[in-house]
C-alpha cells in the first residue's frame, strides 16, 4: 500500500499538476526595462527632489528701504568735497544700465536734501522707496550700502560715503564764516547774520536786486500745466518750489523740482545745477501726510 503523500496531486505534491504555491511565484515581478515606471523608478530620488524644490533665479530679496548711519574714522570730509567726488561717482559709471544710475542718484538726492527727519514722519525716505520701485530696483537688506539690483539681476554697488553723509562732517561753509566774523571781531553778529539770510531764502522773502531775478516755467505734474515765477539767481531751489505751490494754489502738496531727468538739490540754485535761462523744469507734486 503506497503511502498517501506520493500521491501526484495534492498541496505537497513536487511533480506538475499539484495545486500552486505561492513560494514558487518570483520575488521581483520582472517589468520591461524600457517601460515609463522602470526607467523613473531608476532615478535619483534627491535629484527629484532638488529639481521639484528649486526656485526662479532671476527673483531678488527687497526689503524697505532705510537709512544708514557711520562715521569717518580714516578720512576728514568736508561738506564740499563730499558733494565733489558724489559728482564724480556717477559721472564714471560705466557697468551696468545707465538708467539705473540715474535713477538711484535721483532717489539719494532725495534722502540727501531730506536728512535728519525723524523715523516716523520720513517723507523723504518714502519718496526715495517710490522712486526705486518705480524702476524696479531691488534692495536685498533695504540698506543701499549694501547695493540694489535691477530687473534684469544686475548688481550696482554704492560706497557708504554716497548713500549719506558722516557724522562727523566738517561743514566747510560754517567754518569760513566764522573766520571772516572772528577777523572783524563780532563772531556772534557773522553767524546770526548767516542764520538770517538762510531762513529768509527758505521762505523766499530774501531781499534780491531786481536786475538779478530770471523767470522759470515750471511744469506741473499733476496736470500739465505750466506756471511762471520770478526768483532770484541765488535763490534755492527750496524756495522756487515755495514759488510754485503759491502760483499753482498748491500749498497743500510737496513739490520737488527735476531738471533733464535729475531731481535738483533743494539747497542749491538752478544755474549751479545746470538750469539754463529759458528751459523748462518739472513739478512733481506729492501729497503731504495727512
Given at each position: 500500500m503506497g503511502c498517501c503523500v506520493s500521491r501526484s496531486s495534492g498541496p505537497n505534491s513536487p511533480y506538475p499538476g499539484g495545486a500552486p504555491n505561492a513560494s514558487a511565484r518570483p520575488i521581483n515581478p520582472s517589468s520591461p526595462l524600457n517601460s515609463p515606471e522602470s526607467t523613473h523608478s531608476s532615478r535619483n530620488p534627491a535629484t527629484r527632489r532638488r529639481h521639484r524644490d528649486q526656485g526662479p533665479l532671476d527673483q531678488h530679496i527687497d526689503k524697505p528701504l532705510r537709512r544708514h548711519q557711520w562715521t569717518s574714522r580714516d578720512r576728514r570730509w568736508t561738506r564740499r568735497r563730499l558733494d565733489h567726488e558724489r559728482a564724480d561717482f556717477f559721472d564714471t559709471r560705466v557697468t551696468g544700465r545707465p538708467e539705473i544710475w540715474q535713477t538711484v542718484h535721483a532717489a539719494l538726492q532725495v534722502m540727501w536734501d531730506s536728512a535728519g527727519q525723524d523715523d516716523q514722519d520720513d517723507e523723504g525716505l518714502a519718496t526715495a522707496q517710490t522712486i526705486l520701485s518705480a524702476?524696479?530696483?531691488?534692495?536685498?537688506?533695504?540698506?543701499?550700502?549694501?547695493?540694489?539690483?535691477?530687473?534684469?539681476?544686475?548688481?550696482?554697488?554704492?560706497?557708504?560715503?554716497?548713500?549719506?553723509?558722516?557724522d562727523n562732517l566738517v561743514e566747510e561753509d560754517r567754518?569760513?564764516?566764522?573766520?571772516?566774523?572772528?577777523?572783524?571781531?563780532?563772531?556772534?553778529?557773522?553767524?546770526?547774520?548767516?542764520?538770517?539770510?538762510?531762513?529768509?531764502?527758505?521762505?523766499?522773502?530774501?531781499?534780491v536786486d531786481v536786475r538779478e531775478q530770471i523767470a522759470v516755467r515750471a511744469r506741473l505734474s499733476e496736470n500739465g500745466r505750466?506756471?511762471?515765477?520770478?526768483?532770484?539767481?541765488?535763490?534755492?531751489?527750496?524756495?522756487?518750489?515755495?514759488?510754485?505751490?503759491?502760483?499753482?494754489?498748491?500749498?497743500?502738496?510737496r513739490i520737488r523740482m527735476a531738471y533733464m531727468g535729475k531731481m535738483l538739490k533743494e539747497n542749491a540754485s538752478l544755474e549751479s545745477q545746470g538750469w539754463q535761462v529759458g528751459h523748462v523744469v518739472n513739478a512733481l507734486i506729492f501729497d503731504t501726510n495727512p
Open positions: 524702476a524696479e530696483i531691488s534692495l536685498p537688506s533695504g540698506n543701499l550700502v549694501n547695493g540694489v539690483y535691477d530687473s534684469l539681476g544686475n548688481y550696482y554697488q554704492i560706497p557708504e560715503w554716497v548713500v549719506c553723509d558722516p567754518l569760513d564764516v566764522k573766520v571772516n566774523a572772528s577777523n572783524t571781531g563780532d563772531e556772534t553778529a557773522g553767524e546770526d547774520d548767516e542764520d538770517l539770510k538762510k531762513r529768509r531764502e527758505d521762505r523766499g522773502k530774501a531781499v505750466d506756471v511762471v515765477v520770478n526768483i532770484s539767481k541765488q535763490d534755492t531751489v527750496k524756495t522756487l518750489s515755495h514759488r510754485v505751490a503759491e502760483e499753482a494754489r498748491m500749498l497743500d502738496k
